[in-house]
């Protein structure tokens, strides 16, 4: 079965605070995505990644930043917080292209920014 | 730019009732359409479909790909009220992209 853990189910923080939100996953996936989900707004890519050190820009990357220094985990950074970031953030893993493109999530960190 | 649209948004139904939930979609280089489950937290995986396999089946649910009219459905016969949930319906496209562009969603309520 594959595993993707998320650091926290749920995360309170203030506005202009670093935050870091943190993924691993057991099953030595190729890619790794970041999204935020909203009411009305669906599930919104924020940044992926297909391999170690190698980051992609996804529909929403403003204000965030990633980093993969290892296969397995994947780390989504707030670099200043704000009130509009306040959402679901789901982390997801797939083992390559084609029928291995299934992506499997994490349990979700949801974020208050106050 | 790549599109899912899923409907309907929200749908109330009884125990015993058969829905059927739509995805249609708009992108280039169809490769696959994926069915996702979520509850309370993340969302599982149910079904991808494909050229080479254009059905699926588990159990209560079903689902069928019709690549002329680009879109799905999805079925629950027999509902319970464990089937409450969001139903995300997502598209893979493009030649060497690892993107799934998602749906918003249907939710499904399914009441005693």
């Known amino acids: 079965d594959v595993k993707v853990t998320q650091s926290s189910r749920y995360l309170v923080k203030r506005t202009g605070e670093k935050v870091f939100l943190e993924c691993v996953q057991d099953m030595d996936h190729e890619n790794m995505f970041w999204y935020r989900q909203d009411p009305g707004l669906g599930l919104r890519l924020i940044y992926f990644?297909?391999?170690?050190?190698?980051?992609e820009k996804g529909d929403i990357p403003e204000g965030y930043s990633v980093s993969r220094e290892k296969k397995e985990r994947f780390s989504l950074i707030l670099e200043s917080a704000s009130t509009n970031q306040t959402s679901m953030y789901l982390c997801a893993s797939s083992l390559g292209s084609g029928v291995q493109e299934t992506q499997y999530f994490g349990p979700g960190t949801r974020l208050l920014v106050l | 730019e790549d599109k899912v649209v899923q409907s309907p948004l929200s749908l109330v139904v009884h125990e015993g009732d058969t829905v059927t939930l739509n995805c249609s979609y708009e992108?280039?280089?169809?490769?696959?359409l994926l069915w996702y489950k979520q509850e309370k937290k993340a969302p599982t995986f149910l079904f991808m479909l494909t050229s080479s396999g254009i059905e699926k089946k588990s159990g209560r649910l079903s689902s069928i790909l019709d690549k002329k009219e680009l879109s799905s459905i999805l079925n629950i016969t027999a509902t319970q009220t464990g089937d409450s949930a969001i139903y995300l319906c997502a598209v893979s496209s493009g030649a060497g992209s690892y993107q799934l562009t998602f749906g918003k969603g249907t939710k499904l309520s399914v009441i005693p």
């Open positions: 992108v280039t280089n169809f490769r696959s």
């Open positions: 990644s297909y391999d170690v050190k190698m980051k």
